[in-house]
């Protein structure tokens, strides 16, 4: 008996409700539902070809076009394998952040650090120059000087050169930019260092009431542009608060007008640590979620903080410059090897979403950028649901704050893709992907809707056309339409509004 088999570096994980399809070698997820959903449920399970088609009532030429799309292929054996998460313990040290120290020149009322000018006492150059020594004979190449304000210290380019010597890849200097002037930029451009840089907003009185400090605007847009000008590499970080809420459109527009690479610009929420954990800092609205496009990296137990480790102004090891009580050993030179192999980092940094509540069951669970650090600052709990992330996998829906179903823009005129390869067998309808090998079942509704989103028909032609065919009320007709075509968007079928596209 012929069996379903997936294709080499796919694999099918179960949720509360839906399943997804995950590509390693491609990198994406999907999604399944409808027929495919079914089929591949059953195969799952160990039924085989013949016995999906007599359960489901499916004709043979509707098995034929799903070997077709490539999804799947028929076989004398399945190899429905489980997902292959690395085993514990399998994570070395990549990245470390050095919080050189905790005194700053600005006092941002966010500050995870809680840095300020009447910050501790700098530890020594030697001792950096220690943790850069251990790090880097334990397999780490990527590192970030932080602080506080990194370029207070008067040894930045000392421990800058010291790393490069060692071999780091990757040197990056977290600054507010306000004390860069030419002789800084022109060393760290020697070294080929990368900076990050926080902006938080386009109107100098909102950031300088941010920073409090009067004249901070000017001065961090002056160290953005000789930063540019010098041509190092920039990472922009825009921090969204209550204060500047109403702003982030118009400072994206503001730095990219400067001339930063809209690619390096991020977007972050302020973060509940420090002075950050104020709860009048929140913005309205909070959380805001969308439902992201999903694309694997390097699978790992967690994709957020295993692989690396922050070591504190005050020479506390944790595994999150933003997990900051998570405290799994001190650094006192010449133990550094002892905390990254030690039980506690070990435990933190083998934490899989099968351990959290909710995410257990979510089919994105293994493609998730989740944050432990974020769910632990807000919750108190380690092993809760990161709160940032309102996708329910029970219902298998993403609402908004308010508890709402997401309603994104679709397009006016909606148009599928070139590439795709449609087909209707025995009365099903099934869209193939070949650009992600992924394959899509179509209700007869949404099958009539497809075949209308062909540039020509506006969402109004199309609720007409349906309406004209099928016995319904107009409201639940364009609702119909309406989520079909956004699910049609959201699988990446669409291309751009075809007559913005005319437009220029």
Sequence with gaps: MKRVRLREGCYLV?????????????GKVYQVGGRAEEVLRLASEGSSAEEIASKLGLREGFMRALC?????????????????????????????????????????????????????????????????????????????????????????????GFARDLGYEFVEIFTNATLLDEEKVEWMAGFGVNLAISLYSYRPDVHDGITGSKGSFHRTVEGIKLALKKGLPLRMAIIVMKWNQEDLEGTLKFLEELGVDPRGIGVDVVRPTGRGRDSELVPDGYPRSTCPDFRLGKVSRNRCWPGKIAITGQGDVVPCIFARDLVVGRY??????????????????????????????????YACWDCRAIAYTTTGNLYAKDPR??????????????????????????????????????????????????MHSLTRTAALIWKLCDGEHRIDDIVEEILRRFEARPEEVREDVEGTVRKFQALGLLKAEPRDERSG
């Excluded at 609402?399 to 025995?426: H, K, N």
Aim: net charge negative; with cysteine; charged share 30%.
């Design 389 to 438: 992330c309102t996708y329910d996998p029970y219902s298998g829906r993403w609402p908004d704050a308010e508890g709402r179903e997401q309603m994104g823009r679709i397009p006016e005129s909606p148009l599928g893709r070139d590439d795709l390869i449609f087909r209707e067998i025995d009365g099903e309808a099934v869209i193939f992907d070949p650009e992600t090998g992924s």
């Design 332 to 365: 006192e030179g010449g133990n550094l090897a002892e905390i990254v192999h030690g039980e506690e980092l070990g435990r933190l940094w083998g934490i899989t979403l099968d351990q959290v509540e909710v995410c257990r069951d979510c089919e994105y669970r």
């Design 68 to 160: 077709e799309g490539g999804l799947i292929t028929l076989s004398s054996e399945g190899n429905f394998e489980p997902f292959p998460v690395p085993e514990a313990g399998q994570e070395n040290l990549e990245f470390m952040w050095l919080e050189l120290t905790s005194r700053c020149n600005l006092r941002c009322v966010h500050c995870y650090a809680g840095a300020g000018p009447d910050g501790a006492d700098d530890l020594p150059t030697e001792y950096w120059k220690g943790a850069l020594k251990e790090a880097f004979c334990l397999g780490c190449r990527q590192v970030q000087f932080t602080g506080g304000e990194a370029t207070l210290r008067d040894d930045l380019e000392d421990l800058v």
């Design 14 to 26: 179960k949720g509360a409700k839906n399943f997804a399809l995950y590509d390693l070698k491609k």
